[in-house]
Antibody, heavy 121, light 108 residues
Framework: QVHLQQSGPGLVKPSGTLSLTCAVSGGSISSSNWWSWVRQPPGKGLEWIGEVYHSGNTNYNPSLKSRVTISIDKSKKQFSLKLTSVTAADTAVYYC??????????????WGQGTMVTVSS | DIQMTQSPSSLSASVGDRVTITCQASQDISNYLNWYQQKPGKAPKLLIYDASNLETGVPSRFSGSGSGTDFTFTIYSLQPEDIATYYCQQYDSLLRSTFGGGTKVEIK
């Protein structure tokens, strides 16, 4: 069974860069799945940030595209999120997730444990 | 971008009641609609994919229907363990995803 384990700092300074990593175990990171990041501000709903394929191809939420980079390291079986120029509005629980192909589209079927990231000086 | 409008934002029902949540897309998304359950402090859990297909291991009291722009999620007999927030989610043809605003379900 595939398991996702997140790591990274829980506190980032304003204007700094948020960096998180998601390690994949129990399965192949090179399988036919995309790997996503989703965030949830305190008390609010879910927002998709973007995704990466094992080829390195990426798709991003247009509202965050200018500040986001998602990358993959197949040798380490992990994928990563970098969000630059953060502000208090980026304070949220960040989740990594696996996208599984269902029919002709995708669904997030496996999730990491979540990382609360606070942007504060 | 495709917007997903979910209603109601919250509801209160009794154990055993039927609960219905709706999700409306701003444009036709065929049946490319998924539903998730999120309990407090936990990651979301996939319940239904492609509008009406039950994920493996999910109880049959959960059901989904709809196509095009209008979708419905139903819990046929609400149980205490179903207390959670439920989200709809779509993936468009450009491989961009959006979630609905969520529906918080509570026990009356």
């Amino acid at each position: 069974q595939v398991h996702l384990q997140q790591s990274g700092p829980g506190l980032v300074k304003p204007s700094g860069t948020l960096s998180l990593t998601c390690a994949v175990s129990g399965g192949s990171i090179s399988s036919s799945n995309w790997w996503s990041w989703v965030r949830q501000p305190p008390g609010k709903g879910l927002e998709w940030i973007g995704e990466v394929y094992h080829s390195g191809n990426t798709n991003y939420n247009p509202s965050l595209k200018s500040r986001v980079t998602i990358s993959i390291d197949k040798s380490k079986k992990q994928f990563s999120l970098k969000l630059t120029s953060v502000t208090a509005a980026d304070t949220a629980v960040y989740y990594c997730a696996r996208n599984r192909l269902v029919g002709a589209r995708w669904a997030f079927d496996i999730w990491g444990q979540g990382t609360m990231v606070t942007v504060s000086s | 971008d495709i917007q997903m409008t979910q209603s109601p934002s919250s509801l209160s029902a009794s154990v055993g009641d039927r609960v219905t949540i709706t999700c409306q897309a701003s444009q036709d998304i065929s049946n490319y609609l998924n539903w998730y359950q999120q309990k407090p402090g936990k990651a979301p859990k996939l319940l239904i994919y492609d509008a009406s297909n039950l994920e493996t291991g999910v109880p049959s009291r959960f059901s989904g229907s709809g196509s095009g722009t209008d979708f419905t999620f139903t819990i046929y007999s609400l149980q205490p363990e179903d207390i959670a927030t439920y989200y709809c989610q779509q993936y468009d043809s450009l491989l961009r995803s959006t979630f609905g605003g969520g529906t918080k379900v509570e026990i009356k």
